[in-house]
């Protein structure tokens, strides 16, 4: 049974930083995509980043590259998070694909055209002074 359960979350101000984890179980695939989404209050829930299991390569949303930082190491993924704002806030999942597209659309589940197969429970983070 696949599980994905993440920590890390909490409050910090605007402009600090924080460190997602997630810890995967359950599965052992040659190719997958794993990462995060984010939820806000009242408003749908968006990719953040992810990592291709195969040969580490990233994708980020916009909003987010150049502050979030994606990362792995055998079973957990980890999402660095600085200069954090406001609109930053929200649940955070983190997401499995267990079969991502072949080629440069291999991030596709987090741009919204498909769903993951895995979801976590999610984490809160809020950033607010």
């Known amino acids: 049974q696949v599980q994905l359960v993440e920590s890390g979350g909490g409050l910090v101000q605007p402009g600090g930083s924080l460190t997602l984890s997630c810890v995967g179980s359950g599965f052992r695939l040659d190719s997958y995509a794993i990462g995060w989404f984010r939820q806000a209050p009242g408003k749908e829930r968006e990719g953040v980043s992810c990592?291709?299991?195969?040969?580490?390569s990233t994708y980020y949303a916009d909003s987010v590259k150049g502050r979030f930082t994606i990362s792995n190491s055998k079973n957990m993924v980890y999402l660095h998070m600085s200069s954090l704002r406001p609109e930053d806030t929200g649940v955070y999942y983190c997401?499995?694909?267990?079969?991502?597209?072949?080629?440069?659309?291999?991030?596709?589940?987090?741009?919204?055209?498909?769903?993951?197969?895995?979801w976590g429970q999610g984490t809160q983070v809020t950033v607010s002074s």
């Open positions: 997401a499995l694909d267990m079969s991502p597209p072949l080629g440069s659309d291999w991030y596709a589940t987090w741009t919204g055209r498909y769903s993951p197969n895995y």
């Open positions: 990592i291709k299991s195969r040969d580490g």
